[in-house]
């Protein structure tokens, strides 16, 4: 019943118009690896774009801010944060789709990425989009680079100590806004 099996997933998309991918310096990219990069950038643009020019965007903000007054301005702060945690499980659910046909499907499987994207959350700084996505990218890149240089042993406990040494140096995160102190 709890055996820690992973299961492989087919992929969503196997070619493009008879397309099955490229060679990219001796590393395959099929059809479904650039499904899953072109759908990351649509969803950061989507929501980099409804941050800053939909009234859910200003909302968003408006509650992050500061709750009380959001609130005192007539605006739900808890349907907000409702709408925020489904936004983040579409988010996740678009990730799981594109990713398990690359990592396959277990009880544990997900686990892992889940600290790394709280990582990468944390590095970018929790309350920008932009820093969520640039920390994601600087540790995919951090992860590759070292996978391809052989030292994946290495690789938990550098991410465990870079993520300190951004924190201790900004804890705010690298785009995250200092947080004012209320009166």
Known sequence: ???????PVSPVVSSVFGWTGFQLVDTPVEANDLLLVGSALVLIGSLIWAERHSL???LFQA???DRDAAA?????????????????????????IGLAPAV??????????????????????LGSVKGAALGGFSLGLFVAILRVTENTRLE?????????AVLAIRPQ????RVAEEKA
């Open 72 to 96: 005192l301005q007539g605006i739900n702060p808890r349907t907000v944060i409702v709408r925020s945690f489904v936004i983040a499980g579409v988010c996740a659910a678009v990730a799981a």
């Open 63 to 65: 509650v992050s801010q």
């Open 104 to 125: 396959g499907v277990g009880q544990t499987k997900f686990q892992l990425l889940g600290f790394k994207s709280l990582t990468a959350a944390l590095i970018g700084g």
């Open 1 to 7: 019943w709890f055996t820690n099996q992973t299961l």
């Open 56 to 58: 859910s965007g200003r």
């Open 173 to 176: 995160g690298i785009l995250g």
């Open 156 to 164: 938990d406990p550098l991410l465990f100590f870079g993520l300190l």
